[in-house]
């Protein structure tokens, strides 16, 4: 079995771990599980079985195997401790259990922690807020004859869904929704439930140093779309500086016509009544205690600045928006995985479908967003980072090239390979495309090299940024081979759909929810033709999945309806900014 997999990981195909975590569990002869004690205090247990091994490389891949689980708990679910059951005349399996507090740094500082450890930076932030830093976390190693045969219940349905009260809320406020993601910024301003302006703002945030420059241009944002809306409720519609709102409109563009729509307004400036905002960090009870994405790499890397102050400027902008709305108005903010799901579940809540299960969403952009909203609505406390999690535990060569190139499975974060950064969002597509295309059909490849879609530096294959971010236009590339029938790129997304279908047996391992369906959101899913390849991609997997495309079919509200209509945006596009209106409300 385990010379079954190597071979496969030899041979740079994946090795998933649902598959192996399948075998293990019918093969396996030793206990090793795991009791994972949540931030609440509930337990959740995972009676891990682990098979004998013979020699050095199968001690590795086993020992991968326990320590990607360890990471996928922690990175989903997170802890206060877990515990360790195994039998402890078991020497090697006593070692491994007890190398989890070295191989994840748990005494490290947040600064010096590296792959592994990371997840561990994230999980402590959640606890200090959450326990005002009374509790660090731990792992512990019993004897299995110690352990516990209860698991006590893990969520409750205290709370009664809202999603259909909130577009009645909607209907006599000004409200701005934000959807912020790793290439641009979405905007959508309503008044009075009616959809006033839109923006889209390009960005790459990756390459901020400091907390200020991320801010900033939200900040501005907000300021022209409250001038624009305030123009709009005003009945001065003719008196928007439209140009502003083009999506290439400079700062500096922006900055100007703020001013001037602000001086037309004079006193009857108007203040937002909410502001929802879509983070793509860890947001827990509407503040961001994550830390550990690609969007704050330059901050984390800026040596001349305390990344843990800077990081809490950053986790002040809600604090920062609240200068933007009414005494009485609020800001409300949540991860971009949980919008999509709040998105979703508003729209089919007011198409009357029954939500009695909850709701479960994927957002397929820059990254994988993942939002799980429970039965009674409301978002579990919990980092579900689940475009971290490890699932290939083979494709070696790829693990070979450094973790920028888009030829690696490498974590850009952690420089972890196989994790879902690199197989579900456009990193997926760039590295399959640059995979199969240079075995299948060189032709197209050396076509987007041409087009400067790749790029050769240091080594290294990249889709450029700089001097202009090619990642979009590399994306539409693809998908739109894809879509034109182009037998290789529509391969591409077939495993695209393959690593979703992995996707959702792990979340649905580890979390275990009522819902069984998953929406998609985002780029990947704006062409119909590649989300029906994702989803033949998939069932050949799970052939019981059933994926639900975020596109039109999802406007039911006046306001998504309204998007639909938009002369030049769609609903794929600014859904979530949508949803963000509607989350201000709650």
């Not at 195994?86 to 191989?103: D, F, I, K, P």
């Not at 502001?275 to 205690?289: A, E, R, T, W």
């Not at 792990?506 to 119909?528: A, H, Q, W």
Request: proline share 4%; aromatic share 10%; charged share 25%.
């Amino acid at each position: 079995m385990l010379r079954a997999f190597l071979e496969k990981a030899h041979q740079d195909e994946p090795v998933y771990i649902t598959d192996v975590r399948r075998a293990f569990q019918a093969a396996g002869t030793e206990p090793f599980h795991l009791h994972v004690t949540l931030y609440g205090g509930q337990v959740r247990r995972f009676p891990l079985m682990l098979p004998h091994w013979h020699g050095e490389e199968e001690k590795a891949f086993v020992s991968s195997y326990v320590y990607a689980m360890v990471y996928n708990l922690l990175s989903s679910l997170g802890a206060a401790e877990i515990t360790v059951y195994l039998n402890r005349e078991c020497g090697e399996l006593v070692a491994l259990a007890e190398s989890l507090t070295a191989v994840f740094q748990v005494s490290a500082s947040k600064n010096d922690r590296k792959g592994y450890g990371k997840c561990l930076n994230v999980n402590e932030r959640i606890l200090s807020t959450l326990s005002g830093g009374k509790k660090s976390f731990a792992f512990t190693v019993k004897d299995v004859t110690e352990e516990p045969q209860e698991e006590t219940s893990v969520f409750s349905n205290e709370k009664q869904p809202v999603f259909d009260t909130l577009p009645k809320l909607a209907e006599d406020r000004m409200l701005l929704g934000i959807d912020i993601g790793g290439t641009d910024i979405k905007l959508a301003a309503s008044v009075n439930g009616k959809l006033a302006v839109c923006k889209e703002f390009d960005w790459n945030p990756v390459d901020f140093a400091t907390a200020e420059e991320f801010t900033a241009p939200v900040l501005l944002l907000t300021k022209l779309m409250r001038a624009a809306a305030g123009l709009y409720a005003a009945g001065q519609e003719s008196a928007i500086l439209w140009n502003a709102l083009e999506k290439d409109a400079s700062l500096e563009e922006m900055r100007l016509a703020t001013e001037k729509m602000e001086w037309l307004l004079g006193d009857a400036l108007k203040q937002f009544d909410g502001i929802g905002l879509s983070f793509p960090d860890v947001i827990i009870d509407h503040q961001i205690v994550g830390g550990e994405t690609t969007k704050t790499r330059g901050m984390r890397e800026n040596t001349a600045v305390d990344y843990e102050a800077e990081f809490r400027k950053l986790g002040g902008i809600c604090q920062q928006l609240r200068a933007y709305t009414t005494e009485a108005g609020t800001v409300r903010c949540c991860n971009d995985g949980p919008m999509s799901a709040f998105t979703a579940a508003v729209e089919q809540s007011a198409n009357g479908d029954d939500l009695s299960d909850g709701v479960f969403a994927y957002s397929l952009g820059t990254e994988l967003g993942t939002g799980w909203l429970l039965p009674d609505g409301s978002i579990p406390d919990m980092p579900l980072e689940v475009y971290n999690f490890i699932v290939d535990l083979g494709s070696f060569h790829q693990k070979a090239y450094d973790c920028l190139d888009v030829r690696s499975n490498r974590n850009v974060n952690t420089n972890l390979a196989g994790s879902l950064q690199k197989y579900t969002g456009q990193s997926g597509v760039f590295r399959l495309a640059v995979k199969w295309l240079g075995k299948q059909k060189p032709a197209l490849l050396r076509k987007a090299k041409h087009m400067g879609l790749f790029a050769c530096q240091d080594g290294r294959c990249l889709v450029p940024t700089e001097p202009e971010d090619r990642r979009k236009e590399c994306l539409e590339f693809f998908m739109n081979h894809a879509a034109e029938g182009d037998e290789v790129c529509q391969k591409i997304f077939r495993e695209i759909g393959a690593y979703l279908a992995v996707t959702w047996a792990e979340t649905d391992y580890l979390l275990n929810p009522s819902v069984k369906s998953r929406i998609l959101f985002g780029r990947l899913v704006k062409l119909p033709a590649c989300f029906a390849l994702m989803c033949e991609g998939a069932a050949e997997r799970e052939p019981s999945l059933q994926l639900l495309a975020a596109d039109s079919s999802l406007a039911v509200t006046t306001l998504m309806k309204e998007l639909e209509a938009h002369p030049r945006y769609t609903v794929a596009q600014f859904a979530q900014a949508i949803g963000a209106i509607y989350f201000a409300c709650t």
